[in-house]
């Protein structure tokens, strides 16, 4: 049923990425990558894997920014144009386009969590819902020629076969800078609800009008070192070395 | 976004399909004549092949059948149905003039309406969707409404013009729905290509608070899915070139060629011109789908935009 | 209305995981490997594992498509069609052994210097250098000497251990994190957990780097400096430091050799060494008594400046009162060298000002009584919690081993080493110079069919341990030890071709190399370095190097270039060891190893390299690989592990060790040792007791530990070396007032550059070349996602890095009407590549960059002739020739750090001009086919389509 569910769902797992610490590593991509492709339905195809049009499929890219203030000054310490990483997988939307433009029933919001899925054996990958998506969240598997997308790694999360602790999407548990975060926004005491409250997490093109569940907390603010200049000054400081042996000595009679 | 050719197929010549067909409906052509019952055929015969050529860019065709149980919610889902149920009507009235040359108006009228509303469906698919800007407004299934009973007139009175039956009213019926299809466009593209975007660079990644965002490197150096299939792109004056030449061919000859038609007392010279009509008419209705994707812009290319 | 369930919620992930250690670089994380099927169905982090404790990186991850690559060998090769085409034959394991046998028992029995037995990315150097050490050729080196020495050699001088993976910021507890020249590094992992928590603590991250991507990114300050001219940077933050009296003073006098007295006598044979008394010990200046001292005196307050006059009346100075004289001279102020350096006076004294106050407004203090090496107990351990790390931005530049000096005596000042907060040592480390050998390979040590006297490489202590005939000329391959690269402690990898080629101190017969891809990413000059490997003698028509085998794992450009190819397995198929006698995987608190075992069986005829060694050691009868019968002493690799004994009691592996396997450090030899690493995850920790945690280098505690564990066999205490007696040794014979002289032709460059006190000159290269002609700095970065060459053979790593554009600089792009997707040529005064650009803004202003290692030669890795990597892709290196541009007197001297060796990678100056637009970029090689015959190549990979549901 590809109507959104009724009532809100009273949980909303979703992702929480610290842009602030993305190194860019690309990790979470191919933990991605090779957990789902032996994974949740068909396997993440690569197409000509060996040669010039090298291409498959993916759950997760990491693009790369330059962000350039306006009218800012391009190089030196305070290093105005600067590099941003930023992953970008499923938001798992509450009002999710992609969800109710589906023909066939295949794309569909679970009640229970709010994760969004693609049950392939329905799906008859026309590539609706991937043009009603517009955060290309969405990729059709060519050699399947069903619609993949981020599933949450729900086989993992809820999978009684592994360790409790491990019950976390591939991509968080992957993380070396812990720039990923796991957990429920709709309970506002979760870890990931307090740490987007604190950081300010944003959506997406909240114009798009999809509430994404996933949130990203931007950098934070940089303060330039030169501003630290001059409390040095304040230190006994006279020219030369002369000054220098005389305050060293002081020193060692103290000790 | 990817101009496909099959989706562009159909929505040209299923467009033209149900155009036709809703005309048979009204009655303006005379039952009995054997041009008649061979517009009928090709009515369907159109919107036959334009709903084939739709399961072309399936990746499982073979479950197509699944696509009629979200109507709920799917404009894809509810064109299938439509496509559907118009077909009863249309093959009824196809039945009654085809072998007893009459025409059930109760019937014909249904299947014009149903017709119309499977058109809207069609173009729904598209105005529905907030992440390609350029087809989300109202203008667009008017647009698709207006192309489909343009080229229905237009075909019809090519078929009045074999049956000699009153080319007159429905030539000028086809004039006057191809200036209001092409005028309605006309403001659709205007409203293109002024159009503000809703969504930047700056929107998409939330850094627009720091300055302007421009993509650095790629996720994966190659074109992937996205790319390919949201990512066209036609250099603007190219598709300035195009969109006047389909208005050429597709409205301006037309209507010309027509209006001839209109005046011209000797069927051969009626046949004659409202055939080419069409013909330029459908090469240029084929020339402003493919811009109709071709320039319309995906919001997820604010990830992949330098 | 709830949802149906549609989904397998508990699917069993996999029939069995194994535990063992990542390979896809030398971070060495510990991965659970989980089997389905006897195929791989998934790679994931060990949550255990102290490296990596669980996470891992894109490589790690991508570890299944490098494990099926089509690129991997299949069987030992024979060369058959010319050098370069990649005509081989499959031949058998016996027949390939028989041949290396034979080519090298003929070397060994003639003239063992015949053989030059050089190793990359090895992770098994104590049982390579053994081998070679039993061989007896002196031409042995891994590829240290192109990759970091400057590092490790700068920071065992002074300091006793290096940044590298030999030590590691305090994550829980530095305030203030500063990072100069890394990209990625070797602790990959380890520095991307600790960088996200330095950031979680709210600590600041500083990023000195010409290039703002990857850690620079996401740095709270990001310093955009001019290559090669961090020596400046830092010294200048000296400068101020000194100058607002915010120094350690109290852990100068008791840590480093500040208040060693230097003779005062220029002229003579002794001036600027060390006083010391009649057993060699430094002496110091006892301001109570007012007496000179041996160093250490038990409650002794040395002086560490003024003017003193010893009883046989040698005046004498405490080497602080040089250092310090020295850089408070202006010519080190901020405003002096903000031109030169690009980094604003201002940002400068900023970085001083928040190292001084964090060191000392916001020291730690953790309440642990310990005891020094002199007795003395302290209440605690006093934190200055700065910390500093640094890679091959500085040590990849000609002035790299004066720079990371100048870094490390930085830390010293401010009393930031080893202490809580700041950068710590990792167990074996830290170790004095006299712990570590002296270097071997002058002609008395080596000879027919017998072993070389003592280990290949080590720490000359002065010139006297240089490795050079009577008349000064070098004795090994590479020149190592040298008077060219008198402390070449890792010796030359990069400038072995290019001398056996030139017969250049000798010919060779034998090249033997293992896990380098030489002709190709890892060599300068890459195209003149195959001429070398393919150029022939034309008298006799054999090639100038006549025999060449080499072990790889997949079909690299290198392989092509072999006559023999001894192909190994991949890292899930063999068995490792990450020894403490190598480059262990410690943590500053606590004592690390770990294994490799075989959890996949090679389908393919290849074998571990590390077996086919001790094979080879059996077939040329080495001592220490067969008995007195001539009989191995050991199965393999792995019987060699758990039964080897380098000291009694002390082997490749540390844990486990004895009877029953609860001895740890010393310990007999434990049959089962294996067996009970791969149960612990296959590693090995042992914690090191809080008492001996911090201050190692003098600490009581630890030191005895160290000796318990076996590092040593007594306490090696450091005393850090600000001033070092080796390089003003060196000096001393530069200015031919101490024996042995060095040549007339290398004296003044000596004298420049081995200044015992950190210093700073231009890097060669651009002091050679007309800055004006050639105004702009070429550089590479390592891609996260990529390992050096090998990661494009794997197909979900490479559409990350299918090919690399040059980054240019904003300002440049504009000057010359360059935009993204246009192409140039880079040109350097060695050479012109054509290459495609791509615009950047968050970069230093004169510094062009590009992703290293990324271009493929056509044909090699299995890929398609026309992979991007081999069509668009290319290497800086073309630009880089391993020869500096003629001098006045003809004279080249090698493109290294003139004190170690290390190659200066980035000393590279080009210009750009504009070219019209193409398709491939310049220089193009041939193709070169694939070894063994074309592999099957699938159009369409579906992996782990057999387990979709
Ligand atoms: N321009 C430029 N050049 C550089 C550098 C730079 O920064 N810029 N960096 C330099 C540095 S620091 C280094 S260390 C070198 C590194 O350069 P290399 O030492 O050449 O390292 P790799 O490219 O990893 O090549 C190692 C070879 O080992 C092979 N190999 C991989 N796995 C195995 C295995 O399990 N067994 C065996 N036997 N072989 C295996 C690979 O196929 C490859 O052919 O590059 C140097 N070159
Ligand atoms: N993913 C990945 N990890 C690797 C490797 C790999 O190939 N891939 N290689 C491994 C090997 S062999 C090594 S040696 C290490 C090397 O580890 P790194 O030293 O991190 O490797 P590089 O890419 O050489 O990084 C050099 C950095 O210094 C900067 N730089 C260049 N010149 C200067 C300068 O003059 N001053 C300053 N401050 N910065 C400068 C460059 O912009 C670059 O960011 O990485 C190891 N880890
Ligand atoms: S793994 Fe973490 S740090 Fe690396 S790219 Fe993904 S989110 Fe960023
Ligand atoms: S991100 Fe895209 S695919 Fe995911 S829920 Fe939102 S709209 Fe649907
Ligand atoms: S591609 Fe599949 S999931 Fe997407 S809309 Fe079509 S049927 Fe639904
Ligand atoms: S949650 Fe799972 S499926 Fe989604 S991006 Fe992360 S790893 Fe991929
Ligand atoms: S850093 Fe990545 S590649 Fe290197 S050992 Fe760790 S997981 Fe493997
Ligand atoms: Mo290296």
Known sequence: MTSLPAQEPTRKLGLVIDLDVCVGCHACVISCKEWNTGGYGAALSDQDPYGADVSGTFLNRVHTFEVIPEGGEIVGEAGEARIVHFPKSCLHCEDAPCVTVCPTGASYKRTEDGIVLVDEDMCIGCGLCAWACPYGAREMDLAAGVMKKCTLCVDRIYNETIQEIDRVPSCVRTCPANARHYGDLADPQSDVSLMVAARGGIDLMPEQGTRPVNKYLPPRPRKPLAADTGQLLLAENTEGATGFFAWLDGVLERL | ???????????????????????????????????????????????????????????????????????????????????????????????????????????????????????????????????????????????????????????????????????????????????????????????????????????????????????????????????????????????????????????????????????????PISVIVTFLAMILHVTGMLMERWLFFAEARHAVMNYYSP | MKSKPRVELSRPVSDEVRKTTCYMCACRCGIDVHIKDGKIRYIEGNRDHPVNRGVLCAKGSAGIMQHYAPARLRAPLLRTGPRGSG??????????????????????????????????????????????????????????????????????????????????????????????????????????????????????????????????????????????????????????????????????????????????????????????????????????????????????????????????????????????????????????????????????????????????????????????????????????????????????????????????????????????????????????????????????????NKPLAGPHLGFPRGPEDLLVDADGKPQRIDKAFSWDAPISAHGLMHMVIANAHAGDPYPI??????????????????????????????????????????????????????????????????????????????????????????????????????????????????????????????????????????????????????????????????????????????????????????????????????????????????????????????????????????????RQRIRETFDPLPDWYRPFEEAAVERAKFPYHAITQRPAAMYHSWGSMNAWLRQIHTTNPLYVPGPICDEHGLKDGDWVYLISSHGRIKVEIARMEAVNSSTIWTWNAIGKRKGAWSLDTDAPEAKKGFLMNHLINELLPPKGDGMRWSNSDPVTGQAAWYDLRVRIEKAEAAERSEPAFGKIAEPGGRRTHPDELRYGQEWAK
């Open chain 3, 509 to 746: 017969d034998v090249l033997f190399l293992y896990m380098a891809n030489m002709a190709w990413n890892s060599s300068m000059n890459t195209a003149g370095v195959i001429k070398m490997l393919e150029d022939k003698d034309p008298a006799t028509g054999v090639y100038k190097i006549p025999r060449i085998i080499y072990s790889d794992a997949y079909a690299s450009e290198t392989v092509a270039y072999a006559d023999l190819i001894l192909p190994d397995t991949t890292y899930l198929e063999r068995h490792d060891c990450i020894s403490m006698l190598d480059r262990p995987i410690s943590e500053p608190d606590a004592v690390q190893d770990a294994i490799r075992w075989p959890v996949v069986e090679p389908d393919r005829d290849v074998r571990g390299f590390q077996s086919v060694m001790l094979d080879l050691g059996v077939r040329l009868s080495l001592p220490g690989f067969v008995d007195h019968r001539g009989k191995g002493l050991y199965t393999d690799y792995a019987d060699y592990i758990v039964r080897h004994e380098r000291r009694p009691g002390i082997g490749p592996l540390a844990g486990f060790r004895g009877a029953n396997g609860d001895k740890t450090g010393r310990g007999a030899v434990n049959p089962d040792q294996l067996k009970r690493y791969i149960e612990n995850g296959s590693f090995f920790s042992a914690h090191i007791p809080l008492e001996a945690q911090f201050f190692k280098h003098a600490n009581k505690d630890y030191q005895d530990f160290a000796v318990r564990m076996g590092f040593f066999d007594t306490p090696q205490p450091v005393t850090f070396q600000l001033y070092s007696e080796t390089l003003q040794k060196f000096r001393l014979s530069a200015d031919g007032l101490r024996e042995p002289f060095a040549p007339e032709t290398h």
């Open chain 3, 87 to 448: 005509e081989f034959k499959e031949i058998s394991w016996d027949e390939a052994l028989g041949i290396a046998a034979g080519w090298l028992a003929e070397v060994r029995a003639n003239d063992p210097r015949k053989l030059a037995f050089f190793t990359g990315r090895d992770q098994s150097q104590s049982l390579t250098g053994f081998w070679a050490q039993q061989f007896g050729t002196p031409n042995y080196a891994a590829h240290g000497g192109f990759c970091s020495v400057n590092m490790a050699a700068a920071g065992i001088m002074t300091i006793g251990g290096a940044f590298w993976e030999f030590g590691a910021p305090d994550w829980d507890r530095t305030k203030l994190f500063i990072m100069f020249g890394v990209a990625e590094d070797h602790d990959s992992n380890p520095l991307k957990m600790g960088i996200a928590k330095v950031k979680k603590n709210g600590a600041r991250f500083v990023s000195v780097n010409p290039v703002r991507t990857g850690y620079s990114a996401v740095a709270d300050n990001w310093i955009g400096i001019r290559p090669g001219t961090d020596g400046l940077l830092i010294l200048a933050v000296v400068h101020e430091l000194l100058k607002a009296r915010k120094i350690d003073v109290d852990y100068l006098m008791r840590y480093s050799n500040a208040p060693w007295l230097v003779i005062d006598a220029p002229g003579t044979s002794e001036h600027g060494l060390f006083a010391r008394d009649a057993d060699g010990k430094p002496l110091v200046f006892e301001t109570v008594t007012e007496r000179v001292v041996p160093k250490g005196t038990a409650g002794a307050r040395p002086a560490l400046s003024g003017s003193y006059t010893l009883q046989d009346g040698r005046k004498v100075t405490p080497s602080f009162e040089l250092l310090a004289t020295k850089y408070l001279d202006a010519k080190y102020a901020p405003d002096a060298v903000a031109s030169e350096t690009g980094v604003s006076a201002d940002t400068i004294r900023g970085l001083a000002s928040e190292i001084a106050r964090t060191a000392f407004d916001e020291a730690i203090f953790i309440d642990q009584p310990w005891t020094d090496m002199n007795g003395e107990r302290h209440e605690g351990y006093v934190g200055r919690p700065v910390s500093f790390h640094a890679m091959r931005g500085l040590s990849a530049h000609s002035n790299g081993f004066q720079t990371a000096r100048a870094l490390h005596m930085l830390q010293v000042l401010i009393g930031a080493v080893d202490c809580p907060g700041a950068f710590r040592f990792e167990p074996p480390y830290p170790k004095p110079v006299e712990a570590h050998p002296t270097p071997h390979g002058r002609a008395e040590h080596f000879g027919s």
């Open chain 2, 1 to 267: 976004m990817h101009p496909a050719l099959s989706i562009i197929v159909f929505t040209t010549i299923s467009g033209l399909g149900y155009g036709l067909a809703a005309v048979l409906g009204l009655g303006l052509l005379d039952p009995v004549a054997l041009s008649t019952k061979a517009a009928h055929v090709l009515a369907l015969g159109l919107i036959a092949a334009g709903l084939i050529s739709s399961t072309l860019h399936l990746g499982n065709p073979q479950r197509a059948w699944r696509a009629f149980s979200q109507w709920r919610s799917s404009w894809l889902s509810r064109e299938g149905v439509m496509a559907v149920l118009t077909f009863l009507p249309l093959a009824a009235s196809a039945y009654l003039c085809v072998w007893e040359g009459r025409h059930v108006p109760a019937i014909g009228l249904s299947a014009a309406v149903l017709c119309m509303v499977t058109v809207y469906c069609t173009a729904m698919i598209y105005a529905s969707l907030r992440s390609v800007q350029a087809w989300y407004t109202p203008l667009t299934p008017l647009c698709y409404l207006l192309f489909s009973l343009a080229g229905g007139f237009g075909l019809a009175s090519l078929f009045a013009a074999l049956g000699e039956g009153h080319v007159v009213i429905l030539a000028g019926l086809a004039i006057t729905t191809m200036i209001l299809a092409w005028g309605a466009k006309v403001f659709w593209r205007h409203r293109m290509n002024t159009l503000r975007p809703i969504s930047t660079p700056e929107t998409a990644t939330g850094l627009g608070f720091i300055g302007k965002v421009r993509l650095f490197e790629r996720p994966h150096i190659n074109d992937n899915y996205l790319t390919s299939e949201m990512g066209f792109r036609v250099a603007r004056k190219h598709a300035v070139k195009l969109a006047a030449l389909s208005f050429v061919l597709g409205g301006g000859l037309p209507v010309l060629l027509l209006a001839i038609a209109l005046v011209s007392t000797t069927q």
